[in-house]
Structures are given as C-alpha cells and as structure tokens.
C-alpha cells in the first residue's frame, strides 16, 4: 500500500475549496483497486437507530482504506418539532465538525444530514440547514398518514400489497424532487428492503416505469445526485438478484436520462459496516455509463474520477 498526501483546489463559479486528503493505492493479485472509495451516507449514534459515535464511524472508515465519509445523520422533519430533533442535529453536525480537525489528512469527513420527508415541513428543513451542513440527503422512509417506517410493516397484510404501496410511495418521491433543496435523494426503491422475497420474485417494476422516469428526469434537469445504498441483503426479482437500491437498471436510466451526478453509500448504522458494497457500487455505476463519484463540500458537487 502507498499513501500519497495531495492538496486539491477545486473551483466553479460559485466557490473555491481548498482541501487535502491522503491518496491510498492497493496493489494486490487482483491488480490496481479504487483509490477514491466514498463512502457518503453513514449514520452516528446521534441517529436513533445507530450504535457507534462519530469517533468510531471515521476510525473504521480509515482502518478500510477509505479517502472520504460524509457522516449524515437521520433528521425526520414529520417529527421535528415534537421530538427535539432540532438539538439532535445540532449535536450531530457540532460532533461531525469536531472530527473533521481530528482526522485532518486522514479522511475527508463531509457533514452531511438525511432529511426524512422534507417536502412535508419545508419551515423545519430551514430551520434544520442553518447548521450550515456540507451534504443534504434526501430520503422518504413512511407514507403520509402512516406512524411508522416501512420497515414495521407487515407487508403479508392485504393493506401493505407491494402495488398498493409502491406507487404511493413513488408520489412523495416525486414531490420531494420538486421541492429540490437536497443534494443527493436516498436508496430509491427502498420499500423494496422490506418486502419477503415470494413477493419481490412476482413482482414486476417495470410498470412503474413511467413514474421512475418521471423522478429521474427532475432529478436531471435540476442537477441533483442519485444515490447508490448498498444496504440490504440480495433478493429475487424478475429472475435476477438485486443487492442495492436502486439496482443497475434504473442507475443507467438516470445516465440516459441525462442524469450527471452519482453518490454511493452503505447507509451504514453500525461503524463495522462502514464502506460495505462500496466498491461494487462503484463498479455499477461505471458499467451504468458515469465517469466519476460525487463528493459534496459546502453543498458544493465535486466530481472525482473512478480511478
């Protein structure tokens, strides 16, 4: 292994970032690996369902070879103002801030927030970003008049039939990308983690083809990322096995769709799992027709090749 430190200065229209990272090159039997492995979307014990501090989660992400995390921390804004969220995230982005000083040379530590439902309270969004975060990722995790995430659904009940729920779910989606004040939208297909296999093997996707392209195209135009959550184990669909969400298929068809910007991350919840599938989504996006990973500093897209 080779460390090399390098001083980038990135620069658009709107800003100059100054940053240094250490470069890390693997040479083994299987040749030349990824030099910039990403890892943007991991969660602290600042996220309710999380186990490791910010500490262990940067820890991790060196000990894996990794060049960068952004460390983005659940803030649901349908439950902002009745569950002091507003102190969460304060705490959250002051410990993400902290650690970028610490681990300075090491790592790129992007402060990143995952907003749940955004659209629904665009008032308590605002007032979560004058916490001035560098990464903004935008997710749906229930549906409207539902008190709990899809992942305490039963989904054997008739009521949560995957093409009842599926569509419905693809509506707040869409109304999140017209609210547009994200950077990257998380794990598309996420209902999809949680349904048993029987289910997904009948299941046919491409009958919402029509509103996927619909969200891919606004995700496009308004220059927004799509992310690659490599969380989830491998299911069957279609006589094919999808580890990640969104799979292949819909990751090209927001390349074709003149989508320009890539993420990648674990939605890691535990420091162990840091940099998990990161490497094999990158080779996915690769195969997918994009030529470089997205990092975000000061909501600023910077695009680093796949080298």
């Known amino acids: 292994m080779v460390l090399l430190q390098c001083i980038v200065i990135y620069w658009n229209s709107r800003v100059a970032i100054h940053y240094s990272f250490l470069l890390i090159v693997h040479f083994g039997g299987g040749g030349l690996a990824y030099r910039n492995l990403m890892d943007l979307h991991v969660h602290s014990d600042n996220s309710h369902d999380a186990h490791h501090s910010v500490t262990l989660v940067c820890e991790k992400a060196v000990a894996h070879g990794l060049r960068a995390i952004a460390v983005t921390d659940h803030c649901n804004i349908i439950d902002y103002r009745s569950s002091k969220q ?62 709990a995430s899809f992942l305490h659904y039963d989904m054997k009940q008739k009521h949560n039939h995957i093409d009842q729920l599926f569509p419905k779910y693809l509506d707040e989606i869409y109304e999140t990308v017209k609210w547009n004040g994200f950077d990257t939208l998380a794990h598309l297909t ?118």
């Open 86 to 147: 507003d102190i969460i995230c304060r705490q959250a982005a002051f410990e993400i801030k902290k650690a970028k000083n610490v681990f300075h040379g090491q790592l790129i530590v992007s402060c990143g927030i995952e907003l749940g439902s955004p659209a629904r309270d665009t008032a308590a969004v605002k007032d979560v970003l004058r916490n001035k975060f560098d990464y903004v990722v935008a997710s749906v995790h229930r549906l409207k008049r539902r008190k």
């Open 190 to 307: 996420f209902p999809l983690r949680y349904f048993p296999e029987e289910v997904l093997a009948e299941f046919n996707i491409e009958k919402y083809n029509e509103q996927l392209d619909e969200i891919l195209k606004l995700l496009a135009h308004n220059g927004k990322a799509l992310e690659i959550n490599t969380k989830g184990s491998p299911f069957l669909m279609l006589g094919k096995t999808y580890k990640f969400h969104p799979d292949f298929d819909i990751v090209k068809r927001f390349k074709e769709l003149g989508g320009e910007y890539i993420t990648v991350g674990s939605d890691a919840h535990s420091a162990h799992d840091v940099g998990r599938g990161v490497a094999e989504a990158y080779e996915m996006a690769e195969a997918a027709g994009f030529k470089y990973i997205t990092l975000y500093q000061h909501r600023t897209p910077l695009p680093i090749k796949f080298d």
